[in-house]
């Protein structure tokens, strides 16, 4: 019997289950709703997944191949969220059950990759505008560092904005041949800086709002394209794409890279580009663990690996159980925008005089060397 509005399942005694026992199930039949198979290029034999609740929209990847033997395409809820963990609705575990599992691959010839489908560059270009008036991430970040450093660093990861929730930023994930393997859509509080997550957390990609068919969804590191620009620097890899904007402001002579995630695109094939690299690692308080045994990926490719502490040594038990991460111990301290921002607040003519002189905030501190 199916709990609603939780993806779990309660199993009463019986050999077979019904797709009416899950949330996420094949889609019925239905006339022309089969669709192309990513694997075998086949026309209408894709069956696709669906969610009963109406809240996820699976892209049109993730199904089963009606060609069992021949193709044995099967790529599931599972394996979806499992590869986008932003996507997956809070009730889900790995051990929640989906619907029919007799057409896997498993004990099956295991299948050929894939190719990653790209988004068209022009798209992007289109994205880098309207960031004052609809761009919430821009707006708070004006806030903090200022409006022309902001501006630089959003146009040197080429951060773009989106129409979506009334303005949304927009992560595009660009490859190191210049490829846009996609684009990450999210919600924030123009106030805080915060990403929105209730009544629903705001997080979609780019190919689904364009409805691009057939896409298939690779994803590779946040930043990745500036690795050609920045040959010998070393690189800080982090979980959010927030926290590498503004962690380069923080420590420029660190190119920062983002996984998307605690899981993410931190994976083997993903992280071939930090070959020969110096890479630190610095994942979010609650997750030195699980990146430690990750890290063993990187230690055949780069000629150094180093899984950074420094946060865990001074992390007290409600910063913990919040999960922060280096920027928030950063931004803890008022920036010099934030200070004058306040002055003007309290003193307006503050305001006028920093007008009438032309006057600059300085940085907030001299560019530091090195992993904190």
């Not at 910063?319 to 002055?343: C, N, S, Y």
Request: glycine share 6%; aromatic share 8%; net charge neutral.
């Amino acid at each position: 019997m199916a709990v609603k509005g939780k993806c779990k399942v309660q199993t009463v005694h019986r050999k077979e289950a019904r797709m009416s026992d899950y949330r996420f199930h094949l889609e019925k039949y239905r006339p022309n709703s089969k669709l192309t198979c990513p694997q075998c290029k086949k026309t209408r034999c894709l069956v696709h997944y669906v969610d009963d609740q109406g809240i996820i929209k699976f892209p049109n990847y993730v199904g089963r191949c009606d060609h069992e033997n021949s193709c044995g395409y099967h790529y599931t809820p599972k394996d979806y969220f499992h590869d986008n963990p932003d996507m997956k609705p809070k009730d889900w575990d790995d051990d929640t059950p989906i619907y029919n599992k007799v057409g896997t691959t498993k004990g099956k010839e295991e299948p050929k990759p894939i190719e990653p489908s790209f988004i068209p560059m022009v798209f992007v270009s289109k994205s880098l505008s309207a960031y004052k008036t609809k761009n919430p991430l821009y707006q708070y970040l004006c806030g903090v560092i200022g409006e022309d450093e902001v501006k630089r660093i959003f146009r040197l990861y080429l951060v773009g904005t989106g129409n979506k929730w009334g303005g949304c930023t927009v992560f595009w994930q660009i490859d190191t041949n210049g490829n846009v393997r996609a684009g990450k859509l999210m919600g924030y509080d123009s106030k805080t800086g915060h990403r929105i997550k209730e009544p629903q957390s705001q997080v979609t990609w780019a190919h689904s709002e364009l409805k691009i068919a057939d896409f298939h969804l690779v994803q590779c590191l946040f930043g990745e394209h500036l690795l050609h620009e920045r040959p010998t620097a070393p690189v800080a890899l982090v979980e959010s794409e927030k926290t590498a904007l503004i962690m380069t402001h923080f420590m420029p002579d660190l190119l920062w890279l983002a996984t998307g995630g605690k899981n993410g695109c931190f994976n083997e094939k993903a992280v071939q580009v930090l070959r020969n690299r110096d890479v630190f690692l610095l994942p979010d308080l609650g997750a030195k663990e699980q990146w430690q045994q990750k890290a063993l990926i990187l230690q055949t490719l780069c000629k150094r690996v180093v899984v950074s502490d420094c946060i865990e040594k001074i992390a007290n038990g409600e910063q913990r159980e919040q999960g922060l991460d280096v920027a928030d111990f950063f931004l803890m301290k008022p920036t010099a925008h934030e200070i004058l921002a306040d002055m003007i607040r309290r003193n307006p003519a503050v305001g006028l005089l920093v007008e009438k002189l032309d006057l600059e905030v300085c940085n907030d501190e001299e560019p530091q060397d090195g992993v904190p």
